[in-house]
C-alpha cells in the first residue's frame, strides 16, 4: 500500500529519521500545581451549572486558558518538539459525565489554537515545533462488561465511539492541529473506532495528517486491558498506517522496556514512541510518582542507547523539568532506524 501525502506535519518523517523528537510531559499533574478550586473550572461561564465541575481538566481551556498556556509554554521552554493538546477528555461521552457534552467540540477548537500560539511561539526554522491533537481512550471500554455479573453487558458501543471521536477530529483539525495522537489505549475496540473516525474525516476533508497510536500495558502481563499482547495490538492498527507506534502511561519505563522492545521488533518499519509514566504511583509523592527528572531521564538514555525509540516524553507524573532532563539525555544518540516497507513501499 502507498500511503496518502500528508497535508500538515510534512517535515516529521524526515526529522524523526535524522534525531529523536522530544513529546512534552503530564498535563494533569501540572494542572495539580496550580490547586484550582471549583470556581477555576466554572469560571464566569459556567457559575450556575448543575454539576460540579473541578478535575474536569478539558473545561480549563474555556474557563482558564491561562493556565493552560502557561504549562504548553513550559514544556516548549523545557525543549518539548511536540505538545498535546488539552483534549484526553474532551469528547461528548466523557463530557457528558459533567453535563457539558455539547461543548466537545468547542474544547478541542480551543484547545488547539492554545496549543498551536504556543508552538509558533516557540518554533524556530531550525527547530519548528508541532502540535499533537490529544485523542483519549473515554471513561467506557466497548470490549469489557462494566457489571461483573452480566458479562455480556456494555455501556458503550462502536457507532457511539466513532461518533463522539469523528467529532472531536474536527475540533482538533479546525484548531490547527499538526498530527493526531490516540493515546493510552486500554480497549483496541475503542482505539479502531477512533481510527475509523480519523479516516472518515480525512476523506471528507481532504486533509491527511500523521498519526501516532499509543497503547497501555496495564499489568506484568504485557497485555493491555482487552486482553492483547503488544504485537497483537499492533496487527490490529496497523491498517491505519501510523507514522509511530508506541506505548504510554502504566508502569513506567523501567517495566515498559521489554514491551518497547517487542514492539520494535513487530513493527521495525514504523517509528516507536515511549512516553512512560514517571515510575509507579506514590501518593506521598508531591507529583504521585516517585521517579526524579535525573530516574526517568537515564531510563529513556537506556531506550535511545539501545536503538529502542524515535519519539521520547513523559506521561503521568513528569514535569517540564523531566522533559528537561530527558532531551539532555537523549540528544547526543542517533535515532532508531526504521526498515521501509510495507506501508512505507511504494506498491509495485
Known amino acids: 500500500m502507498k500511503p496518502h501525502p500528508y497535508t500538515r506535519g510534512q517535515a516529521l518523517p524526515d526529522l524523526l529519521d535524522q534525531r529523536i523528537l ?10 495539580q500545581r496550580f490547586k484550582l478550586t471549583e470556581a477555576d473550572y466554572r469560571g464566569a461561564r459556567f457559575q450556575g451549572h448543575a454539576k460540579d465541575l473541578k478535575n474536569n481538566s478539558d473545561v480549563l481551556v474555556l474557563t482558564r486558558p491561562d493556565v493552560i498556556r502557561d504549562i504548553h509554554e513550559g514544556y516548549l521552554a523545557a525543549g518539548a518538539d511536540i505538545i498535546e493538546t488539552n483534549t484526553f477528555g474532551a469528547n461528548t461521552i466523557a463530557q457528558d459525565d459533567y ?4 461543548l466537545a467540540r468547542e474544547m478541542n477548537v480551543a484547545a488547539t489554537r492554545l496549543a498551536r500560539q504556543a508552538a509558533d511561539k516557540f518554533s524556530t526554522p531550525d527547530k519548528p515545533r508541532f502540535v ?6 473515554t471513561p467506557r471500554t466497548a470490549s469489557i ?22 467529532e472531536q477530529v474536527e475540533g482538533l483539525l479546525e484548531g490547527g492541529a499538526d498530527l493526531l495522537l490516540v493515546e493510552t489505549i486500554f480497549d483496541t475496540l475503542n482505539a479502531k473506532a477512533a481510527l475509523f473516525a480519523i479516516d472518515e474525516v480525512f476523506e471528507q476533508t481532504g486533509e491527511r495528517l500523521p498519526l501516532i497510536i499509543s497503547g497501555t500495558v ?6 493491555i486491558l482487552s486482553g492483547q499482547t503488544v504485537t497483537a495490538f499492533w496487527y490490529s492498527v496497523r ?18 522496556r521489554p514491551y518497547i522492545q517487542e514492539l520494535g521488533k513487530a513493527a521495525p518499519d514504523t ?9 509507579l504511583p506514590n501518593p506521598m509523592s508531591e507529583t504521585g510518582f516517585d521517579e526524579t527528572p535525573e530516574v526517568t531521564s537515564r531510563l529513556l538514555h537506556d531506550f535511545a542507547a539501545e536503538g529502542l525509540v524515535n519519539i521520547v516524553g ?22 532508531r532506524s526504521r526498515q521501509r516497507a510495507f506501508f512505507y513501499r511504494e506498491a509495485a
Open 99 to 102: 453535563g457539558l457534552g455539547p
Open 271 to 279: 517509528f516507536i514512541s515511549c512516553y512512560p509514566n514517571a515510575g
Open 314 to 335: 513523559g506521561c503521568c507524573g513528569t514535569t517540564p523539568d523531566h522533559i528537561g532532563a530527558i532531551r539532555e539525555a537523549v540528544q547526543p544518540l542517533p535515532a
Open 145 to 166: 462488561s462494566p457489571d461483573v455479573n452480566d458479562p455480556g453487558a456494555r455501556n458503550v458501543d462502536f457507532e457511539q465511539l466513532r461518533a463522539a471521536y469523528h
Open 239 to 256: 491498517h491505519a498506517q501510523p507514522l509511530a507506534i508506541g506505548l504510554n502511561c502504566a508502569l513506567g519505563a523501567a517495566l515498559m
Open 218 to 223: 496495564t499489568d506484568a502481563s504485557g497485555r
Open 22 to 31: 522530544i513529546l512534552d510531559g503530564a498535563m494533569g499533574t501540572m494542572i
Open 132 to 137: 499533537a491533537g490529544a485523542l483519549g481512550p
